[in-house]
């Protein structure tokens, strides 16, 4: 009876070629075939265990003799011959094989762990992960520092935006009405400097010589910021305040009345219906306003030709360039008695002026230092009036729009009109409307209309 199971003779292939499905080498039976017979002739099967014992299957890639491969004398490999304990295999006999007990992906067992390209070697093989050098560490932190930072800042200056966008003081002075003017190209702003007492105490009163018991307020600075949608400088227009026109529901009169009789939102019908633009924006300014915004940011430079003395408006300058405080700031753009225009030089002298103080204010040397930005800021949306639809940003626009703008004056056909509001000023209408106009459709305004701001003092 045959004591070799059953199952060895099944599936059975030729030696050296396993089967797909099986990792194992199957070794025939003793006395059968070429093997067989070179065992009856005195060698030894190489695939039966020693002793004759039926031997069971060598697990593939095992180190070991070939099946069937003859051994001469007495069972001694010979050189041919297939790899044994112990021994290398020859190269010519034994094709290379994949490193022992590998898996698919290559990663080695525990038995390889700590060898190089094992999951325990620190040299940054196939399973490790490779070293962090000391340098890469320290630049990894830096990075993330950097990006925290960064988002702190962000977080900060949105809600510091959202702040100071909740201070500014709104009001309702552009209300619509039957015939105002329809939507003009570009951006027109209505600026106004009054001279309103309100929030000064007694002594600010006396310091400022703003005069005593002076009820309601008048508008002494009245101007038109024009920004193009196309780009391109912005233009800044002075209407006198001595300027004669109709008031909507006073008849003629000097334009500064329209802010005594209905405060900004009369002054700013009144200024739509003679110039044609319309009014997009409105930004008001009072005594008390200026002196706190100059003194947030730390005075404004002026440079004088001459010493400047105007005992009605508090003013004295010494010759020279100088760092103007809020007081002193406040005189100088009030002061007219000096001049020989008068109120005519006032207001280039004011356009002077502001284009000084928004210089300063958007300086890189005030933006960047938060403990002159944030007081300037602070102080500016608290001294201020816009009109509802106005927000921080476009006050933004504006600060940078009115750095560098093409100034000029409304034209003036008669600066000394006899009226029965008193000495006024009368308007070259041609002209002005050609200004106006151009400014209505976005259009260069001539060279002609440009008078620009000459310093007096």
């Known amino acids: 009876m045959n004591e070799w199971p059953d199952e060895w003779f099944r599936n059975q292939k030729p030696a050296g070629e396993p089967g797909p499905q099986d990792s194992t080498v199957r070794l025939p039976a003793p006395g059968s075939g070429p093997a067989g017979a070179a065992a ?21 890639g095992a ?18 011959m297939g790899p044994v304990e112990g021994r290398r295999p020859a190269a010519a006999a034994w094709p290379a094989q994949p490193p022992a007990r590998s898996g698919p992906s290559g990663a080695g067992t525990r038995a390889d762990a700590g060898s190089p390209g094992g999951p325990g070697h620190r040299g940054g093989g196939r399973g490790g992960r490779p070293p962090v050098s000391r340098g890469r560490f320290v ?20 809600g510091f935006y959202f702040y100071l966008n909740s201070k500014l003081t709104r009001i309702n002075a552009l ?38 018991n002076i009820p309601g307020h008048r508008s002494d600075t009245i101007m038109i910021l024009h920004i193009p949608s196309g780009g391109g400088p912005a233009v800044l227009v002075s209407l006198p305040r ?54 947030d940011v730390g005075g404004v430079q002026m440079c004088f030709q001459h010493r400047l003395y105007d005992r009605a408006s508090g003013l004295h300058l010494r010759k020279g360039c100088q760092v103007l405080n809020g007081y002193k700031a406040l005189s100088f753009v009030r002061t007219r008695h000096n001049f020989a225009t008068q109120d005519l030089q006032r207001i280039q002298n004011q356009r002077i002026f502001l284009k000084a103080l928004l210089d300063k204010v958007t300086s890189p040397g005030t933006i960047l230092n938060p403990f002159s930005s944030m007081p300037a800021a602070v102080g500016a949306a608290d001294s201020i009036q816009v009109d509802q639809g106005a927000q921080l940003y476009q006050l933004v626009e504006v600060a940078f729009a009115l750095r560098h703008p093409e100034t000029t004056t409304v034209p003036i056909a008669n600066a000394n ?14 002209q002005a409307l050609q200004l106006f106009n151009d400014l209505r459709t976005d259009q260069p305004v001539p060279k002609s209309l440009l008078t620009g701001s000459q310093l007096a003092g």
């Open 242 to 295: 001595d300027s004669y026109v109709p008031i909507p529901g006073y008849g003629m009169n000097k334009i500064n009345a329209a802010f005594s009789f209905g405060g900004p939102q009369l002054l700013a019908r009144t200024v739509q219906n003679v110039t044609g633009l319309r009014i997009d924006h409105y930004m008001g300014i009072g005594f008390g306003g200026l002196v706190n915004v100059v003194n």
């Open 139 to 158: 630049a990894r932190r830096i990075m993330v520092a950097l990006i925290a930072l960064v988002v702190i800042l962000l977080v900060f200056t949105g």
């Open 40 to 60: 009856r002739s005195g060698g030894a099967h190489l695939g039966a265990p020693s002793g004759g014992a039926p031997g069971g299957a060598v697990p593939s």
């Open 417 to 430: 009109y006899l009226t029965a509001a008193g000495d006024s000023v009368q308007w070259n209408r041609s």
């Open 63 to 80: 180190a070991g003799p070939i099946a069937g491969a003859p051994m001469s004398g007495g069972g001694a490999p010979t050189a041919a």
């Open 175 to 212: 209300p619509d009405y039957n015939g105002r003017p329809t939507t003009s190209a570009g951006t027109n702003w209505l600026i106004t400097g009054s001279d309103s007492r309100a929030g000064l105490t007694p002594q600010q009163i006396r310091h400022l010589s703003v005069g005593k």
